[in-house]
């Protein structure tokens, strides 16, 4: 894992570039296992970093969240294109799309989710690719409160749930 100048784990981070992957430090670890039903998987450190941290293991999603139709149109908005298939792997990638343009989730898409849940579809292109990530209030509260420079709630939650 890299976080430039990253020295010590402390509260919870999103990895460099890799924005559907969430990381927490062991005492926020244990906290969100003891709370939520969410695997952590340890964290394999470089060079010298000595501290205890966890990936938190994010399930993805097999009902789609959004409407091809509605990503196309937004994504097509935003950037004139909707998006590419992968050369190596020929998985479809809709050009990112912030907060503010994502389109409403398909109903249903998230029945039956847990505490954390990423999305079917992939955004993004190439090493920046990402699936969009939903996490239940309580969850992102905590995340928000304990690295607030790390994690902000967007304006609007939707059925309890936020990006």
């Known amino acids: 894992m890299e976080k430039k100048g990253l020295t010590d784990a402390k509260g919870a981070w999103i990895p460099h570039d890799h924005d559907d992957i969430i990381c927490a430090d062991a005492p926020l670890a244990r906290e969100i296992a003891?709370?939520?039903d969410i695997e952590l998987r340890e964290i394999a450190w470089p060079?010298?970093?000595?501290?205890?941290a966890f990936q938190l293991q994010i399930p993805v999603g097999t009902t789609p969240w959004f409407d091809p139709?509605?990503?196309e149109a937004a994504t097509t908005a935003t950037h004139g294109r909707?998006?590419?298939?992968?050369?190596?792997?020929g998985t479809w990638r809709w050009l990112?799309?912030?907060f503010d343009h994502v389109p409403p989730l398909v109903g249903g898409a998230l029945d039956g989710a847990g505490a954390i849940i990423a999305s079917p579809e992939w955004f993004g292109s190439g090493r920046h690719a990402y699936r969009?990530?939903?996490l239940v209030q309580d969850l992102?509260?905590?995340?928000a409160a304990?690295?607030?420079q790390d994690f902000k709630l967007p304006r609007q939650a939707t059925a309890g749930n936020v990006n």
């Open 140 to 143: 992102a509260d905590l995340l």
């Open 96 to 98: 990112g799309l912030g």
């Open 69 to 71: 139709r509605e990503l």
């Open 34 to 36: 003891s709370t939520f």
């Open 47 to 52: 060079r010298t970093i000595h501290t205890h």
């Open 82 to 89: 909707a998006g590419s298939t992968c050369e190596e792997c």
């Open 132 to 134: 969009e990530v939903r």
């Open 146 to 148: 304990r690295s607030p």
